[in-house]
């Protein structure tokens, strides 16, 4: 009677292993992009609602993020950077604004590039930067 495994055994069970990670990897990494993706139009609508109580109490759109924390943001949010994106906020002028949200992931981990301004509506694009022209997230 043999004790233990053959070498072939052992390649075998190697091999198996091999492929059950090569079929999770890109799946698990898609779910991490999804996520990131919903996170990144979460963020755009509570910097949203944050300017617009802001501007209901102050009567103008905030110059920075910054300044509002911590009665109306998140320290988090302000700093630019949250969950693999990276949050531009511009003053247009004292009635209106624009944020962008650009991945800062590259590869399997990169997301598309949202764009919101002060009417609340979140719009994307694939390829680059997003902007006002851009297809509305549904």
Known sequence: MRKGFTLVEIMIVVAVVIVLVTLAIPNILSSRRVA????????LRTINNACQLYNINKETF????????????????????????????????????????????????????YFMDDSGVV???????????????K
Do not use: C
């Open 36 to 43: 990131n993706e919903g996170a990144a139009v979460a963020n």
């Open 62 to 113: 905030p110059e920075l993020l910054e300044i509002m924390v911590p009665d109306y943001l998140d320290s988090e949010i302000s700093g630019g950077r949250k969950q693999g994106y990276q949050y531009i906020y511009t003053l247009v002028d004292q009635d209106h604004f624009t944020i962008n949200a650009n991945p800062t992931s590259t590869g399997l981990l990169k997301g598309k590039f």
């Open 123 to 137: 719009r994307w694009n694939q390829s680059g930067p997003a902007g006002a022209g851009d297809e509305i997230v």
